[in-house]
């Protein structure tokens, strides 16, 4: 018999764990329960170098009480039925220090979502989960694409736009002073390029 019911954003996070794999790649997609494709080394590749970098920019802000990030944080970005998307990263700048860390699904809006498009199913919907994110009030996207090396930035009211790998992505007002070139963002590591002998 198959299972109608549609589940609430509080039902998915209450469960997730108890989904396959620990939940571990499930998103909720109008009220059913989704597993995405699993990250790839590129997708670890590129979250690991910008983790470094926005950690660096973190310490660099210490002071300024500039925020947090959170890796595989759910978004609620749907209701009636529910949606509830996973980004890569998500940058909190209001609350508490670390008050969202621990939470399956976000309480507050993020400043900043990261999505790492290197799995067929994120790259086909990626429209969809731009404009969700926006919708629900987030005020910077970075898309990054580690095939095709490049970053779209996506600002509230504001023009997409397309960074090549030559080119550096900047924090602006959502992160200001923080600053990557694109290319050291795919970069593999270098036991990954020089493997001992």
């Given at each position: 018999m198959i299972n109608s019911h549609q589940m609430t954003a509080e039902e998915f996070a209450a469960t997730k764990h108890e989904l396959p794999d620990g939940g571990r790649w499930h998103e909720l997609h109008e009220g059913r329960p989704v597993i995405m494709q699993a990250p790839d080394d590129h997708h670890g590749t590129t979250v690991l170098n910008l983790s470094r970098a926005m950690a660096a920019w973190f310490q660099e802000n210490a002071e300024q009480k500039v925020g947090y990030g959170c890796h595989e944080i759910g978004l609620k970005v749907g209701s009636d039925p529910d949606t509830v998307y996973v980004p890569a990263i998500s940058y909190f700048s209001t609350g508490q220090q670390f008050e969202e860390t621990d939470n399956i699904i976000a309480s507050q809006i993020p400043r900043l979502v990261v999505e790492v498009?290197?799995?067929?199913?994120?790259?086909?919907d990626i429209r969809f989960r731009t404009l969700a994110y926006a919708a629900m009030g987030?005020?910077?996207?970075?898309?990054?694409d580690p095939?095709?090396?490049?970053?779209?930035v996506i600002r509230?009211?504001?023009?997409?736009?397309?960074?090549?790998?030559?080119?550096?992505?900047?924090?602006?007002?959502?992160?200001?002073?923080?600053?990557?070139?694109?290319?050291?963002?795919?970069?593999?590591?270098?036991?990954?390029?020089?493997?001992?002998?």
């Open positions: 498009v290197s799995a067929n199913d994120r790259r086909s987030v005020h910077t996207i970075w898309v990054t095939v095709k090396k490049e970053v779209q509230k009211g504001g023009h997409t736009l397309a960074l090549a790998d030559w080119q550096h992505l900047e924090g602006d007002d959502a992160l200001p002073g923080f600053r990557i070139k694109i290319s050291d963002m795919f970069l593999q590591p270098r036991w990954w390029t020089h493997p001992k002998r």
